[in-house]
């Protein structure tokens, strides 16, 4: 029900997990995909995946948070397939800084937010006149968190700055909606995925505690969040705009709700410790 053919894909951060799954997926609905990806053995990866596969695309090795690097991709994704349809601003990461928000240093912040907002102004300001090209029809789906619709001790900033692609994807879903182009975001819940092996971290004592911890009873996958940006980017949403779609099981719904090891909803914790191996 869904295809893409003889339409443009850009995928930021398309080498692995989350990314990787969507340039996939878009491939497989027929699309031309092109991958920005800063890691070079990823990069590597996912080239020989999309040819292998049959894929018409243009993998480059590169930092979305470099203007010239992405003005150069802009100019390659025109040269190559002459404008583009939709750009999914996949890059993000909490960095492995988790602590209180009094001891971040202003480098530390500036880190996230290049990596969690900034690069998402410089690649979509250097896309939209390539999306403007091909009209009517566009779309820009980025990647959000959970963690911007819900509080996160010790991870302040990064929430913020999740939180911040909120009130971004709003405001540029009316500015371009003239242009036919429309603007949304995916909010996932913890995904398992190469950036956060989740499993892997969960003390082993507290793993048969997952199936009761989300509604749904497990954490997301690479392809449950590329399902949603597909539709996303697709016909079938082609009234949706400047909105955010969970994709987490019911987690925000629940609010801390979850089963105890007797199946009994409680908001109370059952368990010593964090849960984790740390």
Same mark, same amino acid.
């Given at each position: 029900?869904?295809?893409?053919?003889?339409?443009?894909?850009?995928?930021?951060?398309?080498?692995?997990?989350?990314? =990787? $799954?969507? *340039?996939?997926?878009?491939?497989? /609905?027929?699309? =031309?995909? /092109?991958?920005?990806?800063?890691?070079?053995?990823? *990069?590597?990866?996912?080239?020989?995946?999309?040819?292998?596969?049959?894929?018409?695309?243009?993998?480059?090795?590169?930092?979305?948070?470099?203007?010239?690097?992405?003005?150069?991709?802009?100019?390659?994704?025109?040269?190559?397939?002459?404008?583009?349809?939709?750009?999914?601003?996949?890059?993000?990461?909490?960095?492995?800084?988790?602590?209180? #928000?009094? =001891?971040?240093?202003?480098? %530390?912040? %500036?880190?996230?937010? $290049?990596?969690?907002?900034?690069?998402?102004?410089?690649?979509?300001?250097?896309?939209?006149?390539?999306? =403007?090209?091909?009209?009517?029809?566009?779309?820009?789906?980025?990647?959000?968190?959970?963690?911007? &619709?819900? $509080?996160?001790? +010790?991870?302040?900033?990064?929430?913020? &700055?999740?939180?911040?692609?909120?009130? &971004?994807?709003?405001?540029?879903?009316?500015?371009?909606? @003239?242009?036919?182009?429309?603007? +949304?975001?995916?909010?996932?819940?913890?995904?398992?995925? @190469?950036?956060?092996?989740?499993?892997?971290?969960?003390?082993?004592?507290?793993?048969?505690?997952?199936?009761?911890?989300?509604?749904?009873?497990?954490?997301?996958?690479? %392809?449950?969040?590329?399902?949603?940006?597909? #539709?996303?980017?697709?016909?079938?949403?082609?009234?949706?705009?400047?909105?955010?779609?969970?994709?987490?099981?019911?987690?925000? *719904?629940?609010?801390?709700?979850?089963?105890?090891?007797?199946?009994?909803?409680?908001?109370?914790?059952?368990?010593?410790? +964090?849960?984790? +191996?740390?």
């Amino acid at each position: 029900m869904i295809s893409f053919k003889g339409k443009t894909v850009l995928v930021t951060g398309g080498g692995a997990g989350i990314g =990787r $799954a969507t *340039a996939e997926i878009f491939g497989k /609905a027929g699309a =031309r995909v /092109a991958v920005i990806e800063i890691d070079p053995v990823r *990069a590597g990866e996912v080239r020989e995946a999309l040819e292998k596969a049959g894929v018409e695309s243009l993998v480059v090795e590169g930092d979305v948070n470099d203007g010239a690097i992405v003005a150069a991709l802009a100019a390659q994704i025109e040269t190559r397939f002459g404008g583009l349809d939709v750009l999914v601003n996949n890059v993000g990461d909490f960095l492995m800084l988790a602590k209180p #928000f009094e =001891r971040f240093t202003d480098a %530390e912040i %500036e880190r996230l937010y $290049a990596v969690n907002l900034r690069h998402i102004f410089t690649v979509t300001r250097a896309m939209i006149p390539l999306l =403007r090209r091909n009209g009517a029809g566009g779309s820009i789906v980025s990647v959000s968190s959970i963690e911007g &619709f819900r $509080a996160i001790p +010790n991870l302040v900033v990064y929430g913020a &700055f999740k939180a911040a692609m909120t009130g &971004f994807t709003k405001s540029l879903a009316v500015e371009l909606a @003239p242009a036919g182009i429309r603007v +949304n975001l995916i909010a996932p819940e913890t995904t398992e995925t @190469p950036q956060v092996p989740i499993t892997q971290v969960i003390a082993a004592e507290h793993r048969p505690h997952i199936p009761r911890w989300i509604p749904i009873g497990r954490f997301g996958t690479p %392809e449950d969040m590329a399902g949603g940006i597909l #539709f996303l980017a697709s016909p079938l949403a082609s009234w949706v705009t400047g909105t955010v779609l969970h994709i987490d099981g019911g987690a925000l *719904a629940a609010a801390g709700w979850y089963r105890d090891p007797k199946d009994i909803w409680t908001n109370v914790p059952v368990i010593t410790g +964090n849960g984790m +191996n740390f």
